[in-house]
């Protein structure tokens, strides 16, 4: 049987960081199944990349995966790319 995962999408914004919180202190789902991502789209504020790392530490010190950072090619070249905006 496979392990059920708890995905939560990271934007360091306060709904996602609210989420985060709720998932890994009131949510009931067992801390080893909650994960966390956060798509960088090279097109952020510094504040960003900060709170996404502190988000990671406050998941860490929980028993929580570490967040995964997922890479894009980059919100320019992409709209390059595509010769749209994505």
């Known amino acids: 049987?496979?392990?059920?995962?708890?995905?939560?999408?990271?934007?360091?914004?306060?709904?996602?960081?609210?989420?985060?919180?709720?998932?890994?202190?009131e949510s009931g789902y067992p801390i080893e199944s909650i994960r966390g991502s956060f798509a960088d789209t090279e097109n952020e504020y510094p504040e960003v990349y900060e709170q996404i790392r502190a988000l990671d530490e406050y998941g860490k010190k929980r028993g929580v995966a570490p967040v995964r950072w997922m890479k894009s090619m980059g919100f320019l070249r992409l709209a390059i790319w595509k010769q749209r905006f994505p």
Not at 6 to 25: P, Q, V
């Open 1 to 25: 049987m496979s392990k059920v995962c708890n995905h939560f999408g990271l934007s360091g914004g306060k709904d996602s960081t609210a989420l985060w919180g709720w998932a890994i202190n």
